[in-house]
């Protein structure tokens, strides 16, 4: 098993661009979560998704929108980039919402 | 929503020495994880554990649900233990995961 992957590992926007982080698993992983982490504030939840077809907000949500199509993909999207979205996103995965997670790498990313 | 405080916030140690990372949380919790931060960035989950106490090699982690705390002990540190530790608890209310700000920990030789 490849476990939770992410693309790409680093990235740079300007402001205004738009892109999609890619996550997936083949774990067959209900629950998916996308997460940031900055500096001295530990990781915060973004949007999540505890099934295909079902997305749902999480502390953090403004500025990103998430889709589930399949179970295994799961993927982060920045309509207009803002330099306030600098940070390092993680995507996890467990079988169920309230089982052991699983993180992939990480992606950085910085906008200008 | 739930509170989660580690302590200490930051940790330095000397390679062989032992050590207790703390979590304190606000509210009934459904689960607790502990999870490790390489100093590469990478996340890997070292203990689930709602209750109870649980040991990995030279790891182990007590959760004492009804008083709202969990201990990490790491015993006999080395260097790759450096890296950053966090707790994470689930909210009954709404099924999401909630990090504690971590604590550093480094270990030199």
């Known amino acids: 098993n490849a476990g939770v992957t992410q693309t790409p590992k680093f990235q740079v926007l300007k402001t205004g661009q738009s892109m999609t982080l890619q996550c997936a698993q083949d774990?067959?992983?209900?629950?998916m979560s996308w997460y940031r982490q900055d500096p001295g504030m530990g990781l915060r939840l973004i949007h999540y998704?505890?099934?295909?077809?079902?997305?749902d907000q999480g502390e953090v949500p403004n500025g990103y929108n998430v889709s589930r199509s399949t179970t295994e993909d799961f993927p982060l999207r920045l309509l207009s980039a803002a330099p306030s979205q600098t940070s390092v996103y993680f995507c996890a995965s467990s079988l169920l919402a309230d089982n052991e997670q699983f993180f992939g790498p990480g992606t950085r990313l910085t906008v200008l | 929503g739930i509170q989660v405080e580690q302590s200490p916030p930051d940790l330095i140690l000397q390679e062989g020495a032992n050590s207790t990372l703390r979590c304190n949380f606000s509210?009934?919790?459904?689960?607790l994880q502990w999870f490790h931060q390489n100093p590469w960035g990478q996340l890997i989950n070292l203990f689930y554990?709602?209750?109870g106490t649980k040991q990995n090699g030279r790891l182990s982690a007590t959760t004492v649900a009804t008083e709202r705390y969990s201990l990490l002990y790491i015993s006999s540190s080395q260097t790759t233990d450096s890296g950053v530790y966090f707790c994470?608890?689930?909210?009954?209310?709404?099924?999401?995961?909630?990090f504690g700000t971590g604590t550093r920990l480094q270990v030199f030789p």
């Open positions: 774990m067959n992983h209900e629950y």
């Open positions: 509210d009934s919790v459904n689960n």
């Open positions: 554990i709602p209750s």
């Open positions: 998704s505890v099934g295909a077809g079902i997305t």
């Open positions: 994470a608890v689930e909210d009954p209310n709404t099924d999401k995961l909630i």
